[in-house]
């Protein structure tokens, strides 16, 4: 090393690394150095090691064999090959670690160098840990025991480095995917890292967004911030000052790009092979013949009876969608028509209606007005120029649309489930109750055409990302669809994957199914479709010829920033008095037996719905929910009453007036807890919520209960669980339109259709928890570690005030029947 | 150093002694050990999960509407398996806490029934780690959750409906007995025919 140590961020030296014990190397004898302010992408296919490379500079992970050092800090060091035995060793890294010379990794030191090397991760989503966007960012210092004011000031200057001070207040989880990842960059920069690791931190957002966060890195890279940016989009490589590519584990490439930004001179790099950076742009580009791989044969297959030529497939005629909670319509008075065995393309802004526009054709969503025919199948049916829904489907027509509509939905691959993946692709096909000859050939084909025959006994869950897309939609294609509807189908997929879909599509067209597909890339349209349809502004927009759109601009999926968040009496008290006043008064309201007692508890109620200014309208709709169950518990109550003059005899059951003023009593009683918990709830962030839960449980540490941890399960579970939500149904819907049902059928088929429900979802649950878990790593949190609070917890007057008040409440409450009685 | 004060440490003492930290790949931080990053993020996802599945609830027997099915049971099964009785545990409690502020005393049997459910299962899968274990678990599981359901539904129900506990006994066996025998033969069905692929997932 030539160089001070001072400016030289990470060294890597003679780097392997297995994921499977040492049969196949994800890394190889890797070579890399890092000097502090350079920006270096590291590029390469899916599965070259690019990923695993970026969790080793973020200190992350430790590698098998080698030696690492991060920002000074000698992390890591074991040289197997040193051994006398490196030929055998090497096939046994556990046994090999115990010969080898070296410390292996160092946890001190890594501990130190992490806290000061940012990541950021491709799923901007799973890194939120709160819902809160300024607490968010406050996770990381409080991780580093940072003092309130410091993290107060490192909040404000980490919103303003990615222009979201604006958003403070507002629900990250609900934001558009740019705004996400700008606010994990600012999860980061609030740890003031010397060094920012970021795996394909755009692969999951459109180019609007894309455009954003790539800004973003470039403000930071001039502010002197050392930037490792693993991507496989070209236009973001030419950013960087030097480019490193990976292939099967070794870096092939090392080159200088020296745009005028960089302050670094990397001309004098001794691995850099002199190749011209231009190469990458060539070498990204699929292979020419990839087309030629369509085999002739399959355009023989005539059972895919095309629709005759002067039908249309799919009609749309002006047809409107509101989302129930939005006033904007996401369609307005779309008008369009596919000819039979046409390819189009569906493009516009994110926002634009294009998802809806593909649920609305499934019949997963009716629309507000309009009509939808596809195949022949009115799906939606206007009710002749009256102000009602228009009419759906009756039970026959649908099983008959899921038979001819096949739908591969965004990330199909999260709906995989079964042990095999053949008999993953026959679950489709055995819902349309085939016998077991016709599944096997649709199954066959359906992998033939995907070429994915040899992975037919592997389990999906043991394959990669790109193979996992391909097994999910070969499952729709043996459905054997005339109509193929795909949302994004190569999004986040690289060249040889997407080379694939795109064979797939020309093969379907050479058979005439019609073909909807959904994407953000002009390049793609344009190889695949016949036309473009524009989607933009809630408006259907005029069709255009295959030709690339003009630039997008502006992701109008972006949230608006919302002013202030509440500060009403309530929503300032302490969560801990919060929490147990609000629990004793909701436990209590059950000894409401009494008008007087029931009169004193609403006195109470409007006044703590006054004092925390929610609109009693919203109040009404948490409780909306339960109106039903009241029913239930009223009937109850009078059929099981029978003191009291008899009103009215259903049968032998007498009904009395005490048994209606029982159930009137216990129905308003119930109300009045489910509005105090509604409030509760309303009034108080996750954070807070979490803070005062931990608060209150810490005594529990002295008996060896790990409290402070419960309590972050605890808010990261309230955290991800609309997103479990969102994401149930959607596996719900694609799995509704292979022809899953478990309302219908016979008890075996009832549970495998749960078990395809059931499957996925705790499938997505690991997904997430596993992304988190490493964004946890990221902000340096660890077990029993000391942290600091941003939000400090104190009881003051008001808070002692509020807890008389409600003790107060609950004597009267109990005195009541005895005073009055 | 300040940065790992003051509860258990095992995570740095025991990768200090040998030359690699227990887990391949691990830095010893914090991803390993008993309460490891990955172990916080995957119950807190399970929670989740349970969170979600317990607003999904229906009648299953025809007839008895007041008494309705959610799959999270299934969850803190599966939580139990995979993570061993305090998993189940933590899954059981705070799987409920958000219908706390909604239903107090009803979220507390329900917590009850959860727990005799899936710590017993957990604490006999985990001596016993086969098919057989896994069935015995399950059955085990859902004889002392039916005995603290009906006894909790002995209590509660009171509360919520103006009923003697001797109008509740006389439904034990036309509502109480067949609803829980069918719940939880589904849950155990459900979780036995679902754990292999999870684990899989779990073991990549």
């Known amino acids: 090393m030539t160089e001070p140590t001072a400016s030289i961020a990470a060294t890597l030296t003679g780097i392997r690394f297995s994921y499977d014990g040492g049969e196949h190397w994800a890394l190889d004898g890797v070579d890399l150095t890092v000097r502090t302010g350079e920006y270096v992408c590291l590029t390469g296919a899916n599965g070259s090691g690019k990923s695993t490379l970026a969790r080793l500079v973020a200190g992350l992970a430790a590698p098998d064999d080698g030696d690492v050092t991060l920002l000074g800090h000698h992390v890591f060091s074991l040289d197997v090959a040193n051994d006398a035995d490196a030929a055998d060793a090497a096939a046994d890294p556990a046994d090999a670690a115990r010969h080898a010379a070296g410390f292996g990794a160092d946890p001190a030191e890594y501990r130190a160098a992490r806290r000061s090397i940012g990541a950021v991760f491709q799923n901007p989503e799973d890194q939120l840990v709160t819902t809160v966007t300024a607490d968010d960012v406050a996770f990381g210092p409080e991780n580093l025991g940072l003092d309130r004011a410091t993290i107060g000031a490192r909040i404000n200057e980490s919103l303003d480095a990615v222009d979201?001070?604006?958003?403070?207040?507002?629900?990250?989880?609900?934001?558009?995917?740019?705004?996400?990842?700008?606010?994990?960059?600012?999860?980061?920069?609030?740890?003031?890292?010397?060094?920012?690791?970021?795996?394909?931190?755009?692969?999951?957002?459109?180019?609007?967004?894309?455009?954003?966060?790539?800004?973003?890195?470039?403000?930071?890279?001039?502010?002197?911030?050392?930037?490792?940016?693993?991507?496989?989009h070209d236009d973001e490589v030419v950013r960087a000052g030097r480019v490193v590519r990976l292939q099967d584990g070794r870096i092939v490439e090392d080159v200088a790009v020296a745009p005028a930004r960089d302050h670094v001179t990397t001309a004098d790099d001794?691995?850099?092979?002199?190749?011209?950076?231009?190469?990458?742009?060539?070498?990204?580009?699929?292979?020419?013949?990839?087309?030629?791989?369509?085999?002739?044969?399959?355009?023989?297959?005539?059972?895919?009876?095309?629709?005759?030529?002067?039908?249309?497939?799919?009609?749309?005629?002006?047809?409107?969608y509101r989302y129930p909670s939005s006033d904007a319509p996401a369609i307005n008075d779309l008008s369009l028509t596919v000819t039979s065995g046409e390819t189009i393309a569906i493009m516009g802004e994110n926002g634009a209606g294009k998802s809806t526009l593909a649920r609305l054709l499934c019949a997963l969503d009716t629309p507000t007005s309009g009509s939808i025919t596809v195949a022949g199948i009115p799906v939606a049916a206007s009710s002749n120029g009256t102000a009602r829904r228009p009419r759906?489907?009756?039970?026959?027509?649908?099983?008959?649309?899921?038979?001819?509509?096949?739908?591969?939905?965004?990330?199909?691959?999260?709906?995989?489930?079964a042990d095999t993946v053949a008999d993953d692709i026959a679950y489709g096909p055995r819902n349309q109750q085939l016998s077991e000859n016709d599944v096997a050939a649709r199954v066959t084909e359906a992998m033939r055409l995907l070429?994915?025959?040899?992975?037919?006994?592997?389990?999906?869950?043991?394959?990669?990302?790109?193979?996992?897309?391909?097994?999910?939609?070969?499952?729709?294609?043996?459905?054997?669809?005339?109509v193929l509807v795909m949302d994004e189908p190569t999004a986040s997929l690289d060249d040889v994957a997407t080379a694939r879909i795109h064979d797939l599509i020309r093969t379907l067209r050479s058979q005439g199914v019609t073909v909807l597909i959904i994407t953000h890339s002009p390049a793609e349209a344009q190889e695949v479709a016949d036309r473009v349809v524009m989607l933009g502004g809630g408006d259907a927009t005029a069709t255009v010829p295959t030709t690339p759109p003009s630039g997008v601009a502006g992701s109008s999926a972006s949230s608006q920033p919302r002013a202030t968040r509440n500060s009403s009496y309530i929503a300032r008290l302490d969560p801990r008095v919060k929490m147990v006043t609000f629990l004793a008064m909701m436990f209590t309201a059950f000894a409401i037996a009494t008008p007087a007692q029931l009169a004193l508890g609403a006195a109470l109620v409007a006044g703590i719905v006054a004092a925390s200014r929610i609109r009693p309208l919203r109040l009404l709709a948490s409780?909306?929910?339960?109106?039903?169950?009241?029913?239930?518990?009223?009937?109850?109550?009078?059929?099981?009453?029978?003191?009291?003059?008899?009103?009215?005899?259903?049968?032998?059951?007498?009904?009395?007036?005490?048994?209606?003023?029982?159930?009137?009593?216990?129905?308003?009683?119930?109300?009045?807890?489910?509005?105090?918990?509604?409030?509760?709830?309303?009034?108080?962030?996750?954070?807070?919520?979490t803070d005062g839960f931990?608060?209150?449980?810490?005594?529990?540490?002295?008996?060896?209960?790990?409290?402070?941890?419960?309590?972050?399960?605890?808010?990261?579970?309230?955290?991800?669980?609309?997103?479990?939500?969102?994401?149930?149904?959607?596996?719900?819907?694609?799995?509704?339109?292979?022809?899953?049902?478990?309302?219908?059928?016979?008890p075996a088929a009832r549970l495998r259709a749960m078990t395809a429900l059931c499957v996925p979802m705790f499938a997505g649950a690991i997904r997430h928890a596993d992304n988190l878990s490493l964004a946890l790593d990221a902000r340096c949190y660890e077990e029993g570690i000391r942290r600091t609070h941003w939000h400090e917890l104190r009881v003051r007057p008001s808070d002692l005030a509020f807890a008389a008040l409600a003790v107060v409440y609950i004597v009267a409450l109990i005195a009541l029947p005895l005073v009055v009685g | 150093?300040?940065?790992?004060?003051?509860?258990?440490?095992?995570?740095?003492?025991?990768?200090?002694?040998?030359?690699?930290?227990?887990?391949?790949?691990?830095?010893?931080?914090?991803?390993?050990?008993?309460?490891?990053?990955?172990?916080?993020?995957?119950?807190?996802?399970?929670?989740?999960?349970?969170?979600?599945?317990?607003?999904?609830?229906?009648?299953?027997?025809?007839?008895?509407?007041?008494?309705?099915?959610?799959?999270?049971g299934i969850v803190a099964l599966i939580a139990g398996f995979a993570f061993g009785p305090a998993a189940a545990a933590i899954v059981s409690v705070l799987g409920f806490v958000p219908h706390l502020f909604m239903d107090p005393w009803g979220t507390l049997m329900a917590v009850l029934v959860a727990l005799f459910l899936s710590v017993p299962a957990a604490v006999i899968y985990r001596k016993n780690r086969t098919r057989n274990g896994a069935i015995i678990g399950l059955i085990v599981g859902a004889v002392c959750a039916l005995a603290i359901a009906i006894v909790g539904n002995l209590i509660v129900t009171p509360i919520y409906a103006h009923m003697t506990v001797a109008q509740v006994a006389a439904l034990i066996v036309p509502a109480l007995l067949p609803f829980n025998l069918l719940k939880f033969a589904i849950h155990g069905v459900v979780t036995f025919l679902i754990y292999k692929p999870i684990t899989t997932l779990l073991d990549k």
């Open chain 1, 392 to 417: 759906t489907l009756d039970r026959r027509q649908r099983a008959r649309l899921r038979r001819t509509v096949g739908f591969v939905m965004q990330h199909p691959e999260r709906q995989l489930f």
């Open chain 1, 623 to 689: 409780v909306h929910m339960f109106l039903a169950m009241f029913v239930v518990m009223g009937l109850l109550n009078i059929f099981f009453v029978r003191s009291g003059d008899v009103l009215v005899r259903l049968g032998p059951i007498p009904v009395t007036d005490d048994g209606i003023t029982i159930a009137v009593l216990y129905a308003l009683r119930f109300a009045l807890v489910i509005i105090l918990g509604a409030v509760m709830l309303e009034t108080t962030t996750p954070t807070a919520l």
């Open chain 1, 694 to 746: 931990g608060s209150l449980l810490s005594p529990l540490a002295r008996l060896g209960v790990h409290t402070q941890e419960i309590a972050l399960v605890m808010s990261l579970a309230l955290r991800f669980l609309p997103t479990l939500g969102t994401e149930a149904k959607a596996i719900a819907d694609a799995q509704a339109a292979r022809g899953g049902s478990i309302e219908t059928g016979s």
């Open chain 1, 270 to 320: 001794g691995r850099s092979d002199g190749h011209p950076s231009r190469n990458i742009a060539e070498t990204a580009t699929p292979p020419a013949d990839a087309r030629s791989t369509v085999a002739p044969e399959h355009r023989s297959t005539t059972d895919h009876a095309a629709l005759p030529a002067d039908v249309p497939a799919i009609t749309v005629s002006h047809v409107t």
């Open chain 1, 164 to 232: 979201m001070a604006a958003h403070r207040f507002d629900d990250p989880t609900r934001m558009s995917g740019g705004q996400q990842q700008r606010v994990a960059i600012a999860d980061m920069l609030a740890m003031h890292p010397a060094m920012l690791v970021l795996d394909e931190p755009t692969a999951m957002l459109d180019p609007a967004a894309r455009a954003e966060v790539m800004r973003i890195l470039d403000e930071l890279h001039a502010r002197g911030t050392t930037i490792v940016h693993v991507t496989h």
């Open chain 2, 1 to 72: 150093m300040s940065v790992s004060s003051h509860t258990t440490n095992a995570t740095s003492t025991s990768s200090a002694t040998s030359s690699r930290p227990d887990t391949a790949h691990s830095t010893g931080v914090a991803d390993s050990g008993r309460w490891s990053t990955r172990r916080i993020a995957m119950y807190a996802l399970f929670v989740a999960l349970a969170m979600a599945t317990s607003f999904v609830e229906f009648p299953i027997i025809p007839g008895i509407q007041w008494l309705k099915y959610d799959p999270s």
């Open chain 1, 451 to 482: 070429h994915i025959e040899h992975l037919a006994d592997r389990s999906p869950f043991s394959l990669s990302g790109g193979q996992q897309r391909l097994v999910a939609i070969a499952g729709v294609i043996a459905c054997r669809p005339r």
